[in-house]
C-alpha cells in the first residue's frame, strides 16, 4: 500500500516543480498544477504532518524511502505556505529527520541520495581522512 502518496497528495499545492524536484515524486502530486488547492483545514494538515514525523521516526529505510519520494519537497513547499506555527513546528522535526545525515552512511545528506539514486554507489577508501574546521569564535545567535 503506498501511504505516503495519500498523505502527501492534501499537504502538496499549486506550486510549479522544476524536474529535480519531480525526478521520483509520484505525477499525482504535481500534475494537477494551479488548480490544486492544499488541504484548507489546519487540524487535517498538522494531523498529515505528524503522520509523517512517525514514518520518520519509524527507522532509516523509512526515512530512505520517503526522501525517494520526494516528500521533502513537499513538505518544504507546505511550510513556506502554513500560517500554523505548530504545523510548521512538525513540519521542521520531519525536516530535521529527512535532512540530516545517517550515522554511519558514505552517502551523505539526503540530497546527495536522490542524486546517487540509480547510479553506482560511491564509496570512500577506509584510510580516508576528512579535516573540518570550526570557529569557534563565531555567535551563533545571530546565525539564521
Known sequence: MNVVNHILYPLAGPEELDDFEKKGMDPDLYLDGPDKVREPIQTTRLLLVEAILLLCASGRKSRESLRVKRTYVVIKL???AEESEDVSEVIGDCVQ???RDEFGTTEG???RFIEDFGKEKLT???STT???EVDVDEDYDDVD
Open 78 to 80: 507546505a511550510d513556506m
Open 97 to 99: 529527520y529527512l535532512r
Open 109 to 111: 545528506s539526503s540530497d
Open 124 to 126: 570512500l577508501p577506509l
Open 130 to 132: 576528512v579535516q573540518i
